[in-house]
C-alpha cells in the first residue's frame, strides 16, 4: 500500500513549564526538518478545530490533555507519557488517566503510543490496555550542537525538573549535601520550579553551595549542563526521562534510579557515564553512586537514534498504519 505523507502535523502539548511541552517542542523541529509544516496546539483549542480532527488528511499528536478529541479523530496518535499512579495523582484523576487511554484504544481513528517499553509493560500487564506503538523522547536540536572548542569548567551536581513530591529532591538533598562536604568547591544546582520549592529551600536552610536557578529556557538548560559534572534525578518511575538524555548529551554524568524508563536509553553506559542508587533511594545508596559518578571518565553517549529528526521518522512509521481514511485497524495486521 502507498504511504501518503501528512499534509501537515497537529500536535497537542501539556503543562508549558513540563516534560511533554519539551516533547512537543522537539517533535515540531523534527518534522520540519523533514518538511512538514507542523504546529503546536493547546489542548484546551483542539475542539475548536473540528476539521483539522476530521481531516485524514492531518497527523495528530494528542496529549493526555487532548485525547479526549480521540473519538471525534481521524489519524491521530494518542500519547502516553507515563502511566496512572494512584499515590501520587489520587484515584479520581487515575480513573480519569485509564478512561482516556481506554477512549483511545477504542477509536477507529487513534493509535495509542508510549514513549519506553517501560511504560508499555506497565499498560499492558498492570491496566491491560492495547498498547500499539512504542516512540522514545525526541531531544531538542540544540542539544544535540557542538560544543565550544575550549575547555568548560565543571563545578556542579545539576538537577533539572518540576519541583514536585514525585521527583524526590527532598530525599535527594541530604545525600548531595553529603558530597559537596567531601567534595570543597562543588556546588548544586537546582533547575525548575514547582509546588515543593519553598519546602525544599527549608531543607538546604541557607547553604550557599546549593542555589535554586528557577525555570530556565532549553538554552540556559543546556548552558548549565556543559558546566555541570553530574545530573542528578530521583524519580523511580520516570516514564523515559528528556532529562537524562539532554545531561549526557552535554557530558554529565548521571546518578538516577535503579528503575524507570531511563534505563533504556544508553544501558551500556550503566556502571560508567550512568551510576544508579536502589530505587529505595537510601541515602548511603545516593552518595555512593554520586561519588562514582564524579570519577566516571567522560564518554560520548549513543544518542543520534534520539535526534528530533530520527524521532520524526519514527512517528511517520507508525502514521503509516493509519489506512486512507484516516483509520487504524490493529486487528488486520494479526
Known sequence: ???????????????????????AEALRCGFAELGLP????APSNILRRAGELRDPGVLKILSLAAVFAAPVARRSLCMAHGFPCAALQGWPRTLAILASYRMATASRGAQLVTVSEYSALHLR???????????????????LEDQPGTKTRREAITFVGRLHTAKNLHRLLPAIRDVLDENPGLLAWVVGDGPMRKALERIVAGDKRVEFAGALTS????????????????????????????????????AM?????????????????????????????????????????????PLSDYSARAVAEAYLTVDARFSADGTYHPEAGR
Open 125 to 143: 500487564t498492570i491496566f491491560g490496555l492495547r498498547v500499539d506503538a512504542m516512540v522514545h523522547n525526541p531531544m531538542h536540536p540544540l542539544f
Open 38 to 41: 507542523t504546529e503546536v496546539a
Open 257 to 301: 534510579p535503579a528503575s524507570g524508563g531511563g534505563l533504556e536509553i544508553a544501558p551500556g553506559l550503566i556502571g560508567g557515564g550512568i551510576q544508579l542508587f536502589p530505587a529505595s533511594l537510601a541515602r548511603s545508596g545516593v552518595v555512593s553512586a554520586l561519588r562514582k559518578a564524579l570519577v566516571a571518565a567522560p564518554v560520548a553517549a
Open 1 to 23: 500500500m502507498k504511504y501518503d505523507y501528512p499534509s501537515r502535523v497537529l500536535i497537542a502539548d501539556g503543562n508549558p513549564a513540563g516534560g511533554v511541552a519539551s516533547f
Open 219 to 254: 538554552r540556559q538548560v543546556r548552558d548549565r549542563l556543559r558546566r555541570s559534572r553530574v545530573f542528578v534525578s530521583g524519580n523511580p518511575s520516570e516514564p523515559f526521562g528528556i532529562a537524562y538524555m539532554e545531561a549526557l548529551s552535554q557530558g554529565c554524568a548521571v
